[in-house]
């Protein structure tokens, strides 16, 4: 089945850039620019939330109100990774990030049906 692997967290300053990425294996029948993937995070002790996501097409979708204007999502099918650009980062922005995928579309609600393992992500000087 479809397997997600994130990478590219750490500590950064306030004010700093990280990049995440998110590479996917594992599939079976369809290729991964026949999914939408969704970027969440959770911060300590709180529910995980939507950061933002990108459709099989290319479009990017509910962008969380937070990260406007700050954060980027894109990807690169031929490499099966998408990535997470978040420039402007700010101490409220500390946790783990997590990337999901589901067929075609993004959701709402964020409902996915693959999940990666997470990274940490901190911001702190």
């Known amino acids: 089945q479809l397997q997600l692997v994130e990478s590219g967290g750490g500590l950064v300053q306030p004010g700093g850039s990280l990049r995440l990425s998110c590479a996917a294996s594992g599939f079976s029948g369809f290729s991964l620019g026949s999914y939408a993937i969704g970027w969440l995070r959770q911060a300590p002790g709180k529910e995980r939330k939507g950061v933002s996501c990108?459709?099989?097409?290319?479009?990017?979708?509910n962008v969380a109100d937070s990260v406007l204007g700050r954060f980027t999502i894109s990807r690169d099918n031929a490499k099966n990774t998408v990535y997470l650009q978040m420039n402007n980062l700010k101490p409220e922005d500390t946790g783990v990030y997590y990337c999901?995928?589901?067929?075609?579309?993004?959701?709402?609600?964020?409902?996915?049906?693959?999940w990666g393992q997470g990274t940490q992500v901190t911001v702190s000087s």
């Open positions: 990108i459709t099989s097409s290319g479009l990017t979708a």
């Open positions: 999901a995928a589901v067929l075609y579309y993004c959701d709402s609600e964020y409902d996915f049906d693959y």
